[in-house]
């Protein structure tokens, strides 16, 4: 398995253009919209609001939600690498540049309630890889904290990984199944997602596929139609605080 680790902590680039190619149908984007969106399932946000987006990494889900709100972003990362990634690509048309916190999400420095929505993308998975033997009392601090940091009635809005090249939706490992029944006794609710990478060329999707997956993940690569679209599924959940 790829040191995830140190590609955050180094090869943010990397990173950054991967993860431009996932979600090609714009699934992510949609589900967060209508989660965002004022009426029964969505808050009422202001540019007086601020919205945190944690594990922001290079700013894929904090883009979506500056389409999405006019609220004040911060975006948080325990990678500094990947916060400055963040800022130097942030496309000018979405509006200001949002704050960035260098943090770790099991102890989040702010203070209670003060988020009118809080979002984690792909990040809460890592636990179960970098701490194996107590993931869930990690997994239960992070949860913990999101919900301390959102206001009440906020949406706390998860995505995580449902398997990288298979035909059908689901965790790639036991622990990650036995994570997103934690996120669901908790009281979230999941919307699995089609959210297939489509890359430029068959060279950047054997690139950014191997460098970040590893190459067990190029094989589906070069099964699909013309070697740069690969399938991905994402799992989405939802609570509102």
């Given at each position: 398995?790829?040191?995830?680790?140190?590609?955050?902590?180094?090869?943010?680039?990397?990173?950054?253009?991967?993860?431009?190619?996932?979600?090609?149908?714009?699934?992510?984007?949609?589900?967060?919209?209508?989660?965002?969106?004022?009426?029964?399932?969505?808050?009422?946000?202001?540019?007086?609001?601020?919205?945190?987006?944690?594990?922001?990494?290079?700013?894929?889900?904090?883009?979506?939600?500056?389409?999405?709100?006019?609220?004040?972003?911060?975006?948080?990362?325990?990678?500094?690498?990947?916060?400055?990634?963040?800022?130097?690509?942030?496309?000018?048309?979405?509006?200001?540049?949002?704050?960035?916190?260098?943090?770790?999400?099991?102890?989040?420095?702010?203070?209670?309630?003060?988020?009118?929505?809080?979002?984690?993308?792909?990040?809460?998975?890592?636990?179960?890889?970098?701490?194996?033997?107590?993931?869930?009392?990690?997994?239960?601090?992070?949860?913990?904290?999101?919900?301390?940091?959102?206001?009440?009635?906020?949406?706390?809005?998860?995505?995580?990984?449902?398997?990288?090249?298979?035909?059908?939706?689901?965790?790639?490992?036991d622990s990650l199944a036995a994570?997103?029944?934690?996120?669901?006794?908790?009281?979230?609710?999941?919307?699995?997602?089609?959210?297939?990478?489509?890359?430029?060329?068959?060279?950047?999707?054997?690139?950014?596929?191997?460098?970040?997956?590893?190459?067990?993940?190029?094989?589906?690569?070069?099964?699909?139609?013309?070697?740069?679209?690969?399938?991905?599924?994402?799992?989405?959940?939802?609570?509102?605080?």
């Amino acid at each position: 398995m790829p040191d995830y680790a140190e590609i955050y902590a180094t090869r943010a680039a990397d990173y950054h253009r991967l993860v431009a190619a996932e979600d090609a149908a714009g699934a992510v984007s949609a589900w967060l919209a209508s989660h965002l969106a004022p009426g029964p399932t969505g808050p009422t946000l202001t540019a007086q609001d601020e919205v945190l987006d944690v594990g922001a990494g290079t700013g894929r889900v904090t883009a979506f939600l500056a389409a999405h709100t006019s609220a004040r972003l911060v975006a948080s990362d325990g990678a500094a690498a990947m916060l400055d990634e963040l800022r130097a690509t942030w496309p000018p048309h979405l509006g200001p540049t949002p704050e960035t916190v260098v943090a770790d999400y099991r102890a989040l420095p702010f203070a209670d309630h003060r988020f009118a929505a809080v979002t984690a993308g792909w990040a809460l998975g890592h636990l179960t890889g970098f701490h194996p033997d107590t993931w869930p009392e990690e997994a239960a601090s992070a949860l913990s904290e999101l919900e301390r940091v959102a206001r009440p009635g906020a949406p706390i809005l998860l995505f995580e990984t449902l398997g990288t090249g298979s035909p059908a939706p689901a965790a790639p490992r036991d622990s990650l199944a036995a994570l997103y029944a934690t996120f669901e006794a908790r009281g979230f609710v999941r919307t699995t997602l089609r959210t297939d990478y489509r890359f430029a060329s068959r060279a950047d999707a054997e690139h950014l596929v191997g460098f970040f997956f590893g190459t067990a993940k190029l094989a589906a690569l070069r099964d699909s139609t013309d070697g740069t679209t690969l399938i991905e599924w994402t799992g989405a959940w939802v609570k509102h605080r």
